[in-house]
């Protein structure tokens, strides 16, 4: 099969590398790709959101099938513009449709969602700009801490918790008035859940669905969870608290009435769903969904995954999820995320990066980087590259992480050195 994988993080690298594996993989195109998934495939300049664009390379490299790395084209409706189009409408396109992607683009849909389909998950209101003084006084009588969250994408920084009532006005004020853009136009204000968090990820054709290892990932930017939320620091798989009485409860209070209410739906949904979950006093909640992997969680669910990748896409595409039995390999895999000093506030890009050639025994997933012409890699990004190791445990595993880690170089690098090890 030809393949074209669009998106330029370290998940499109891991998904690049796992992909590259399948013997159904004859060629495989990543747009736009990076430095690490040129070692995968090919890699053409075209942007994920130029469906235009997309559509030329499709028909000209006689695309297969089509995976879609990144939340963005998902929601500005990719599924549909090929599945609407005569042309390209044979190609499998991995994702959902844009009415199944408002399930991560839209806060409110999705709490509206669950709540119909008797998922469990915070207790919510939603408000827009019309209701702002409703709004207001909803925040003064609601208990603290208060979540508020912007209603649309907002690069992963649309959602704020709040321990003052002054604070969680000001910020539900700021946020109707544009601080998020469009994404803040409604504001969904969500009781604060105590626990702990972790992911799950399953692969579903709209009515059966297949599970992946689960993950947890570490967001703040400081040792022991403090500071500034990042896109992701570091992840762990397996996660030692999610024990076999948990993920039923995960997969028959959650999963299976997901999947129900996007058959119910008639939601045309053939990819991922993201569960973000929460286990508070033993049991589960969704935080929220996302319609595609998740970064860096998908820098160890793929390495645990010892299916063929692209034979589940197909299984997928054939209505044949029911028929899969996932394997997972007995090992743990924990990431370390390299960011770029500054980072996630301003940062400076472009600084050369060595070392590379001293790591052994981990993987490198290439995220913010891009390489001279002359081969020298230089950072581009805040988020730089991410290193996973396997271990008889996650600690081990990040150990083995952390001595790699040490042995790349840049200007103002950091990462975290204690991922997983609050478990």
């Not at 472009?350 to 993987?363: H, R």
Request: proline share 4%; net charge negative; hydrophobic share 45%.
């Amino acid at each position: 099969m030809n393949i074209l994988l669009i998106g330029s993080g370290g998940r499109e690298h891991a998904l690049a590398w796992k992909m590259k594996q399948s013997q159904l993989c004859s060629r495989l195109l990543i747009a736009p790709g990076n430095s690490g998934t040129a070692a995968c495939g090919e890699n053409v300049a075209i942007r994920p959101d130029d469906f235009q664009g997309l559509k030329a390379l499709a028909l000209r490299e006689q695309i297969d099938m089509l995976v879609v790395g990144p939340e963005d084209p998902l929601v500005l409706g990719i599924w549909d513009f090929f599945k609407n189009d005569p042309d390209l409408q044979h190609i499998i396109v991995v994702g959902p449709s844009q009415e199944g992607a408002r399930l991560e683009g839209s806060k409110a849909f999705a709490k509206a969602f669950m709540q119909e389909f008797g998922i469990p998950t915070a207790a919510y209101r939603e408000f827009d700009a019309a209701q702002m003084e409703e709004g207001l006084a909803y925040i003064a009588a609601h208990s603290l801490p208060v979540v508020l969250k912007a209603d649309g994408l907002a690069a992963g920084k649309g959602v704020l918790i709040c321990t003052d009532t002054d604070e969680a006005q000001r910020e539900f004020r700021a946020m109707l008035g544009g601080k998020f853009g469009q994404a803040g136009s409604r504001v969904v204000v969500e009781q604060f859940l105590s626990g702990i968090e972790f992911s799950v990820f399953a692969l579903t054709d709209g009515h059966s669905w297949a599970l992946l290892p689960e993950a947890k990932d570490y967001k703040r930017i400081g040792e022991g969870d403090t500071g500034l939320n990042t896109g992701g620091m570091g992840a762990v798989s397996p996660v030692p608290f999610v024990d076999a009485e948990l993920m039923d409860k995960v997969k028959t209070r959650i999963i299976e009435p997901t999947v129900r209410g996007i058959a119910a739906r008639g939601m045309a949904y053939h990819g991922f769903v993201f569960f973000g979950l929460i286990r508070v006093d033993g049991e589960p909640y969704v935080i929220e969904y996302n319609c595609r992997l998740g970064d860096p969680e998908t820098e160890v669910v793929l390495p645990r995954l010892q299916n063929d990748l692209v034979e589940l896409f197909v299984a997928m595409a054939e209505g044949r999820l029911v028929e899969v039995s996932i394997s997972s390999d007995a090992r743990a895999a924990t990431t370390v995320v390299l960011v770029s000093g500054g980072y996630p506030e301003a940062y400076e890009k472009g600084k050369p990066i060595g070392g590379l050639e001293w790591v052994e025994g981990s993987m490198v997933f290439h995220a913010g980087m891009r390489a001279q012409e002359d081969g020298q890699l230089l950072t581009d990004g805040g988020r730089v590259m991410a290193v996973t190791s396997y271990g008889a445990d996650f600690r081990e595993a990040l150990a083995l992480s952390n001595v790699n880690a040490g042995r790349i170089f840049f200007e103002g690098k950091y990462h975290r050195r204690d991922i997983g090890l609050d478990l």
